[in-house]
């Protein structure tokens, strides 16, 4: 009998694994609802997430007794809770065990790199402007980035990018990341306080552990340098978000850049979003950073072949 996969996320990473493993195992593409992946996963196998958006719950893989492998797409998953899954050793795999599949995987960088512009030259709001029929360019003044700095939490892949863009850019780069052993070229290391009170723009990505959760504190981001911009697009737990908005209602921070907030997807009544609703001085999107057709068909391939390997007791 053929194994059982549920794949969660959009159809252009549903493609190319049913091309691939349509043969070898019997696929089931779930809506992005808890109710749907709650039903699907009943009597499957594996999960291969290539969406982040459904919390994957200690209910769900208790309901699920033959699940065995949760490949997901991407390099977090906070989003699975780990009760069940420790009790039942489920294996759990991320991108993250795979550094090879992810390296020249640019998308999540470069929206990073999209939300500082868009915060250094007051992009919405100018546009909004134009449209408007207005055109007073002294209302929109830009931070010029050629000969300033950006600070880096968090220096592996991603980060490793960031370098890259900044230094064509004409900046300078520091960085903090314990948990690398050698800097990507062009980061200068610091420790994380020199980081947030030197640079013009601090930019966070790190994985959500226990160890990051809460890593850039109110006390952290009491500290920054006045009037910087500061990036977020890897989760938004990393940072004390009350603090963030303080710094953006005090003017201590210049702009912000968010990809991510913390109990995302039920933003509703975030404080965050309240504020960027009537305030031009915070850019939020919605956790779309690593959205990119060419990119989500490659990740959630290589997830579905993991997963597949891991039943049938094989090394991806």
Known sequence: MKPKIVYIGPDVGWEPIVQAFGHLAELDHAATTPESLGAALKDAHALVDASIRVPVTDKMIAESPHLE???CASTGTDHVSRDEV?????????LRDHPEVIANLTPAAELTWALLMACARKLPTALEHVRGGGWIREQFPGMM???RQLGLIGCGRIGGWMARYAMAFGMTVVGY???VSAMPQGIVPRPIDDVVRTSDVVSVHVPLTEQTRGLLSA???????????FLNTSRGAIADEAALLEGLKSG?????????????PDI????????????ENLLITPHCGGFS???VAIVAKHAASVALAALLGEKA
């Open 69 to 71: 492998v949760i490949s």
């Open 86 to 94: 420790q009790r039942r050793g489920i294996t759990v795999i991320s």
């Open 145 to 147: 980035l050629n000969n």
């Open 177 to 179: 990341d314990p948990f």
């Open 219 to 229: 006390e952290l981001l009491s500290q920054i340098k006045p009037g910087a911009i």
């Open 252 to 264: 201590r921070i210049g702009a912000a850049g968010l990809d991510v907030l913390d109990g995302e």
């Open 268 to 279: 509703a009544n975030h404080p965050l979003l309240a504020y960027a609703r009537e305030n």
């Open 293 to 295: 057709p060419d990119a």
